[in-house]
């Protein structure tokens, strides 16, 4: 028998019981635990776990070497989510333990969530709203509106959820670019679309800008002062990705000074604090870190959590390590 143990943050609280995972789990010992700073948890209770599987998310919540350190018998972690940015994988890997996360789940959600950031901000839709709202009937209230199809959307990152992206905007007639250095030649040929060499080069070309990579080392403060300064003026930015890829003193900077026309943000530098300058914007509109919710999103990660974790028990190699270990760990 198998001890797991869930850890959620005691800010998102996900669920409150551990029902999906104890169907596919039957028979193993499962705990779950609300935590506000990894310090809540005993060195007994993690002395005592084979596996973890991580909802926290909060940059509060950090499982790094130190932490890592105190689970002696685990095997591997499972990151119910896309991003691992909260755990350091490399001391993961020197003590043994595989981490694996759920790349696939919610990319219907995340996709649709910028595309639909993407069009409120394109036809000014909160503004409209409020207008209506404050009883005015007055369709010129936006001022100037750009015709959608035949602008350029840049995709930073052209995994599933860019590449999702990517089909939704084709069908809205933009034509999409995208710069991501770690995709195969080839995949623009498969999709249609244009791939720019460098970060400068899409920077420069777009006329929307949405963000779908990862938060990593190379990533942290991708879009700087200087990154904002090459854009084309009035460019529309959304971002559903991470919310330190962006800086965030710069992305207000190039709101107020004109260089963004507005933007969509599911995701903030430093969230849940968002300054009040940027909530005062009222070309900004902000989202709580949602992009990836539906109800059959989050049963698809939680149950393929649990299944990943069960293929472990059964001696199996699941796909979507993102730290593999040398063969004689495995």
Aim: charged share 20%; aromatic share 6%.
């Amino acid at each position: 028998m198998a001890r797991i143990l869930i850890i959620d943050s005691t800010t998102e609280q996900h669920f409150p019981l551990p029902q999906v995972e104890q169907e596919f789990l039957l028979g193993h010992q499962l705990e779950l635990r609300h935590i506000a700073h990894t310090d809540e948890l005993s060195d007994a209770l993690l002395a005592s776990q084979d596996y973890l599987i991580i909802w926290a998310c909060i940059p509060a919540i950090q499982f790094d070497a130190a932490f890592l350190a105190r689970l002696p018998r685990c095997r591997a972690i499972v990151k119910a989510a896309v991003g691992y940015d909260n755990i350091d994988i490399v001391a993961a890997r020197q003590l043994g333990i595989a981490v694996y996360n759920i790349p696939d789940y919610g990319t219907e959600e995340v996709a649709d969530h910028a595309m639909a950031l993407l069009l409120a901000l394109a036809r000014k839709l909160p503004q409209s709203d409020r207008q209506v709202r404050e009883g005015g009937w007055d369709w010129s209230c936006v001022k100037t509106l750009t015709r959608l199809r035949g602008r350029h959307l840049g995709l930073i990152g052209f995994g599933r959820i860019g590449s999702a992206m990517a089909r939704r905007a084709q069908a809205f007639g933009l034509h999409v670019h995208f710069y991501d250095p770690h995709v195969a030649s080839g995949l623009d040929k498969a999709h249609g679309v244009q791939r720019c060499e460098r970060l400068d080069e899409l920077l420069g070309c777009c006329d929307i800008l949405s963000v779908h990579a990862d938060l990593n080392p190379g990533s942290h403060h991708l879009l700087d002062a200087d990154a904002f300064a090459k854009m084309r003026p009035q460019t529309l930015f959304i971002n559903t990705a991470r919310g330190a890829i962006i800086e965030r003193e710069a992305l207000l900077a190039a709101l107020q000074q004109g260089i963004l026309a507005g933007a969509g943000l599911d995701v903030v530098e430093h969230e849940p604090a968002i300054p009040a300058a940027l909530r005062a914007l009222d070309n900004v509109i902000l989202t709580a870190h949602s992009a990836f919710y539906s109800e059959a999103a989050l049963h698809e990660m939680r149950s393929k959590s649990a299944t990943l974790i069960r293929r472990l028990l059964s001696d199996e190699q699941p796909r979507d390590c993102v730290n593999p270990l040398p063969l004689t760990l495995a």
